[in-house]
């Protein structure tokens, strides 16, 4: 059973069109993120969710907007894709606050997006 | 601001040896958690090794063990007996507590182990 999943694995794609990358988690952790990893391999984070509330966004363009349905999901729907936005996207999530709190964060298998 | 730097963008060993992964971290926080990723060809990433900074024992895993050097802020990874499976990209990441809890990661080194 697959503790963080996301989907595409693999997104390619036009540039100007929209498209979404979903995530779940079934840790029961409360707390949810976006990395973007480019091609140089460096991870930066994006966006994190605390129990469905945005609690991190680290100056991402606003064609990036996240959703958290529920605290198992954090999707990321991006608009009027440009070629810059190549990259590979992880989802992750952890356990923050109480009781085993501070965990470390665990990785989906991410999704590579190319804008072509 | 935090940073986490990794000074060795490539390294080698050979099967059965011994390598160190360097790491140092900048932070005036004093509640912290470090930890080392490892991703292999396959992209996944996947957890090696955690520290928390309060915890003066080095933490290790089977063959692989910290040096975590408070004082000079410094986080290092030794594997041994390196095994062909450990060739991936290591990634160093530092944590803060708070709400405003994020990953932050080094730049990577890429350890490539051979036969």
């Known amino acids: 059973d697959t503790a963080v999943s996301q989907t595409p694995k693999y997104l390619v794609t036009q540039m100007g069109n929209d498209k979404s990358i979903k995530c779940e988690q079934n840790?029961?952790?409360?707390?949810m993120y976006w990395y973007k990893q480019d091609s140089k391999k460096f991870l930066k984070i994006m966006f994190s969710?605390?129990?469905?509330?945005?609690?991190i966004n680290e100056t991402v363009p606003n064609r990036f907007s996240p959703k958290s349905p529920d605290k198992a999901h954090l999707n990321l729907h991006i608009n009027s894709l440009e070629l810059g936005d190549s990259a590979v996207y992880f989802c992750?999530?952890?356990?923050?606050f109480g009781a085993g709190g501070n965990t470390e964060a665990f990785f989906g298998q991410g999704t590579r997006l190319t804008v072509v | 601001a935090q940073t986490v730097t990794q000074s060795q963008p490539e390294m080698s060993v050979q099967e059965a040896e011994t390598v160190t992964l360097s790491c140092t971290y900048d932070t005036s926080e004093s509640n912290y958690y470090l930890f080392w990723y490892k991703q292999p060809p396959s992209r996944q990433m996947i957890l090696v090794i955690r520290q928390e900074a309060y915890k003066q024992q080095n933490a290790t895993e089977n063959r692989f063990s910290v040096n975590f050097q408070k004082a000079a802020k410094s986080f290092s990874l030794k594997i041994s007996d390196s095994q062909l499976g450990d060739t991936a990209m290591y990634f160093c990441a530092s944590r803060y507590g708070g709400a405003t809890n994020k990953l932050i990661f080094g730049t990577g080194t890429l350890l490539a182990v051979q036969p």
């Open positions: 969710y605390n129990n469905k509330e945005l609690i």
């Open positions: 992750a999530s952890s356990q923050v």
């Open positions: 840790l029961g952790h409360d707390t």
